[in-house]
């Protein structure tokens, strides 16, 4: 296992996603734990390793590795990659997601399988494409991210407050990752967001109840707040992780926040040590990072 010193903030941004994913995969789908969980665990709903990611990080891997292949963020490309993925590990992947990619490889075209999923669900403001764009923020520069999150958001998630919750937390991780302030990056994230509910939510954090869901709201904001009151790294994803609910995906946002602010030198060894596929995700933060627009 590579260490390297430096802030590597965009490295930190992914490594840390996958830190808070592995550490969030045993608490899943739980209420939340009467004992504060600290270290790499195995278990969860799908009993994964010690240590092992989950389709939160996979997904973030292959938005990041579109881009640097594509040198741009590329909509055939990106689906293809998703799917690639997905066809290894199905029961890994929430249900607004699935559904998608079984019409697109079914041979419905992206755009009217994005239409269908929305409508058969009943929605699609569900935090698959949150937990995924956050490579976009390191890659391209606020307020360009912002525009393409959503865009990204919509190729299986229709419902704009999905896309809006993305664009605000990447617009955050692209400011942070440049080396602005968090407080500078949360008010640009505000001024830039133009749907009213994740305005008002996101952009007023302090004045709503916590909720570890599944609703793109709901896990924005519990990763967002938890990451604006934490005043380290790993208090932050500790804070997000043991929270219950939908735990990995919490976990993984809240850590590419903090990663994006705190840096790669401030994640415990023993995190990076145990975290599944550490050192390609150096390398590929990096290579995202030599390829990025501004």
């Known amino acids: 296992m590579k260490f390297i010193s430096g802030n590597l903030r965009h490295v930190g941004s992914l490594v840390a996603l996958a830190i808070g994913d592995a550490l969030g ?97 009943g929605g699609s403001r569900s935090n698959g494409s949150v937990m995924r764009g956050f490579p976009l923020g390191i890659f391209h520069p606020a307020p360009e991210v912002y525009e393409i999150s959503l865009r990204s958001s919509g190729l299986t998630h229709l419902d704009p407050v999905a896309g809006h919750c993305s664009a605000f937390l990447n617009t955050m991780v692209s400011d942070m990752c440049r080396g602005k302030s968090r407080a500078t990056a949360f008010r640009h994230a505000r001024a830039l967001c133009t749907d009213d509910e994740v305005h008002a939510v996101l952009g007023n954090y302090d004045q709503h109840n916590i909720v570890p869901g599944l609703d793109a709201v709901e896990c924005s904001h519990a990763a967002l707040s938890r990451f604006m009151h934490a005043k380290t790294l790993e208090k932050a994803i500790l804070s997000a992780i043991n929270l219950g609910g939908d735990a990995d995906t919490v976990g993984a946002c809240t850590g590419a926040l903090a990663g994006a602010y705190w840096g790669l030198h401030s994640l415990p060894e023993r995190w990076c040590r145990e975290l599944e596929g550490y050192d390609e995700l150096v390398q590929l933060a990096e290579r995202v990072w030599e390829k990025r627009v501004g």
């Open 25 to 121: 995969a045993p608490l899943e789908g739980y209420a939340q734990p009467e004992a504060w969980a600290t270290q790499m665990l195995p278990g969860g709903r799908h009993f994964r390793k010690k240590g092992q990611v989950t389709d939160d990080t996979l997904q973030a891997k292959a938005v990041a590795e579109s881009l640097v292949a594509c040198g741009r963020f590329d909509q055939k490309d990106l689906i293809s990659r998703l799917i690639s993925g997905y066809r290894d590990l199905p029961e890994w992947y929430g249900p607004t997601s699935s559904l998608f990619f079984d019409l697109v490889q079914q041979g419905t075209l992206p755009h009217r399988a994005a239409l269908l999923v929305h409508h058969r669900r």
